[in-house]
């Protein structure tokens, strides 16, 4: 063999040496790195924020929004089909707006601080009026005047929205 020629069989380039353990290896620990980033990225949420802030996922809001939009598309339902409500629709009427006050409540309504400034400015007059809505419904003889003011409610939030 000349001085100058290389052996082919003593080749030391790293790319020959690495095993197939090494890789999967380095995979696991990236893997496992980002997963605790994210989870760390969630504890520091809870740690900056007050202990009286709700974080509102946007998918939350929206199917909470949805359900309300449902709901009072049931009641209007139920007092459009005929002049006199009898006693089982009111019934009906009065656990639609219970289901309402729930969905109210689970978006902060009480003066609790959330992420989405616009519903803190007016979730509580819309607890009021759902409030107010679900007493009359429920007094004897029932008033659904206050129903009107539901529908108005979100009528004035959301009629320059594009949701």
Same mark, same amino acid.
């Given at each position: 063999? +000349? +001085?100058?020629?290389?052996?082919?069989?003593?080749?030391?380039?790293?790319?020959?040496?690495?095993?197939?353990?090494?890789?999967?290896?380095?995979?696991?620990?990236?893997?496992?790195? !980002?997963?605790?980033?994210?989870?760390? $990225?969630?504890?520091?949420?809870?740690?900056?924020?007050?202990?009286?802030?709700?974080?509102?996922?946007?998918?939350?809001?929206? !199917?909470?929004?949805?359900?309300?939009?449902?709901?009072?598309?049931?009641?209007?339902?139920?007092?459009?089909?005929?002049?006199?409500?009898?006693?089982?629709?009111?019934?009906?009427?009065? +656990?639609?707006?219970? +289901?309402?006050?729930?969905?109210?409540?689970?978006?902060?309504?009480?003066?609790?601080?959330?992420?989405?400034?616009?519903?803190?400015?007016?979730?509580?007059?819309?607890?009021?009026?759902?409030?107010?809505?679900?007493?009359?419904?429920?007094?004897?003889?029932?008033?659904?005047?206050?129903?009107?003011?539901?529908?108005?409610? $979100?009528?004035? $939030?959301?009629?320059?929205?594009?949701?």
């Amino acid at each position: 063999m +000349k +001085k100058n020629q290389l052996n082919t069989n003593t080749d030391s380039s790293p790319a020959r040496h690495r095993t197939p353990g090494r890789t999967q290896v380095r995979w696991l620990l990236i893997s496992l790195l !980002s997963a605790g980033l994210l989870i760390g $990225c969630a504890q520091i949420r809870k740690a900056t924020y007050p202990s009286d802030f709700v974080y509102l996922e946007q998918n939350q809001i929206r !199917s909470e929004m949805a359900l309300l939009s449902l709901y009072m598309r049931e009641i209007d339902a139920i007092l459009l089909d005929d002049s006199t409500v009898s006693s089982a629709q009111q019934e009906q009427i009065i +656990k639609i707006l219970s +289901k309402v006050d729930n969905s109210v409540d689970s978006l902060g309504a009480g003066n609790i601080r959330t992420n989405h400034l616009v519903l803190d400015d007016h979730i509580d007059q819309f607890k009021s009026d759902v409030t107010v809505a679900l007493r009359d419904a429920s007094s004897d003889p029932p008033n659904y005047f206050a129903l009107g003011r539901l529908s108005g409610g $979100c009528v004035a $939030c959301h009629q320059f929205r594009d949701f």
